[in-house]
């Protein structure tokens, strides 16, 4: 089943930052957008019907982070851990990542709509930037240096949201942003890059996207022979 179908319970107007025995660490997320960035606009189902919320609290959003490779095992117990004791202000990350997520929407559907984007979302990013060389220092690579995690710092309960930004940041100011793609389906509108041979995939997921449209473009078809009559 993919995660379309096993979110339709979940509800847009959920607020609340879930306790760590949730669902959280059961839920899986679809990464196929090919950046982290992508993967985490992904996070809103349907946005053009009824938008359905996948980070329904903040145990979702370490769930994220988890499976999409960006933090450890070790420090997402620590991050529940921290929310069970802070819930306010998991809270108020989970905000902050839902408003990071809408900003990098508007910039990043901009770019595959080729049109030029407002300047609320990059205002947001801006805001958000110093996050994504926090609690990190330059570290030894061979004979060169590299950004690195302190391993020394503890993890903040924004720690989920660092990785997005420096990804974001990265792919806004490479070449691949041209790839950057908006899913044909009518209601879909997840973002991928495409690296299709000619540039011209079309679906976020041929299996699910794809193959709906492909049902519908049959249906029509026999629809069309049924009414033509002999």
């Known amino acids: 089943m993919t ?19 949730d669902d959280a660490a059961e839920y899986s997320f679809d990464l196929s957008g090919g950046a982290p960035c992508l993967d985490f606009v992904n996070t809103v189902s349907d946005r053009s019907t009824e938008p359905i919320e996948h980070l ?39 905000d902050r990542a839902r408003r990071l997520r809408e900003a990098l929407f508007a910039l990043f559907a901009a770019a595959a709509a080729g049109r030029r984007a407002d300047g609320d979302g990059l205002a947001a990013i801006n805001a958000e930037l110093p996050l994504a060389t926090a609690r ?19 993890p903040a309960l924004d720690a989920p949201l660092a990785p997005v930004v420096r990804s974001a940041v990265e792919l806004l100011t490479s070449d691949e ?26 679906w976020c997921d ?25």
């Not at 979110?7 to 930052?17: E, F, W």
């Not at 988890?66 to 069970?84: M, P, W």
């Not at 942003?177 to 079309?202: I, M, P, Q």
């Not at 299996?207 to 009559?229: D, F, I, L, M």
Request: proline residues 4%; charged residues 30%; contains cysteine.
């Open 206 to 230: 041929m299996k699910v996207c794809g193959n709906r449209a492909k049902v519908r473009r049959h249906y029509r078809r026999q629809r069309a022979v049924g009414t033509a009559g002999p």
């Open 136 to 154: 990190r220092r330059l570290a030894r690579d061979g004979d060169g240096y590299r950004l690195a995690d302190d391993p020394d710092a503890e």
């Open 177 to 202: 942003l041209d790839r950057v793609r908006e899913c044909a389906a009518d209601t879909c509108r997840w973002l991928f890059l495409d690296h299709s041979r000619n540039h011209s995939r079309r």
């Open 56 to 94: 329904t609290g903040y145990p979702r959003l370490v769930a994220w982070a988890r499976q999409a490779g960006q933090i450890d095992g070790a420090t997402a117990t620590r991050l529940e851990a921290v929310a069970a004791d802070r819930p306010l202000a998991a809270q108020e990350v989970l």
């Open 3 to 21: 995660t379309r179908d096993t979110a339709t319970t979940d509800t847009a107007t959920t607020d609340t930052a879930q306790a760590p025995g």
